[in-house]
């Protein structure tokens, strides 16, 4: 069975941090050049990138932007508006998608994801739990891949997470989807794991 399960307590160390790969603030007054808007709406001002699903995608709304790695960590900082039903952070392979954290206004899940629409692997859910996610407040969602593993914390609190063998894979992008009416990004960094 590929799915081994929900981390222990003592499995749930924050992994070290090693180089820097990715910080953007989304300073300026539009997205940078390196981030691929795949649908929705999206702007930047006062420093914050802005998502809006747009009903005519059929798709929630999403900005993807390359970044090579194995192991990592991944920190993003974010603002449900009201109407807002689902943020994530995504990484993706070469084949389509590996794993994601998704939060939505009543919980946070941790999963493996289904590579594409062709492929016969299966999507995962490692790990859930009820969190209020407050319209208007800001969260710092930390997300830690390591080999087979992936845990997700919320504003440094304890970790959820578990391992599934198709999450030891090399990444090459990351994504930030946005469900309903629109989310708030602050800053996004990632990590090398050290």
């Known amino acids: 069975m590929m799915l081994t399960g929900l981390l222990q307590a003592a499995e749930t160390t924050p992994v070290r941090r090693g180089k820097l790969l990715l910080e953007d603030d989304f300073n300026g007054s539009a997205l940078d050049s390196k981030w691929k808007v795949a ?15 747009l009903a005519s995608d059929k798709h ?3 900005i993807r932007r390359d970044v090579a790695f194995r192991d990592g960590v991944i920190e993003v900082s974010f603002q449900m508006k ?9 990484l ?16 946070l899940i941790v999963q493996k994801d289904r590579a594409n629409a062709k492929s016969e692997d299966k999507a995962a859910v490692l ?4 969190m209020t996610f407050e319209p208007g407040k800001w969260y710092t969602v930390t997300m830690e891949v390591r080999g087979a593993s992936v845990m997700a914390r919320v504003n440094n609190g304890p970790a959820i997470g578990g391992e599934h063998e198709g999450i030891a894979i090399d990444r090459t992008n990351i994504g930030l989807p946005v469900s309903g009416d629109g989310v708030v990004f602050d800053s996004v960094r990632v990590w090398e794991a050290h």
């Open 127 to 130: 790990a859930r739990k009820a």
């Open 39 to 53: 649908k929705g709406k999206w702007s930047v001002a006062d420093g914050k990138a802005t998502g809006v699903e």
């Open 92 to 107: 993706n392979s070469a084949k389509g998608h590996s794993c994601r954290v998704t939060v939505r206004p009543g919980e």
């Open 82 to 90: 009201p109407g807002a039903k689902m943020t994530a952070i995504s």
């Open 60 to 62: 929630a709304a999403v």
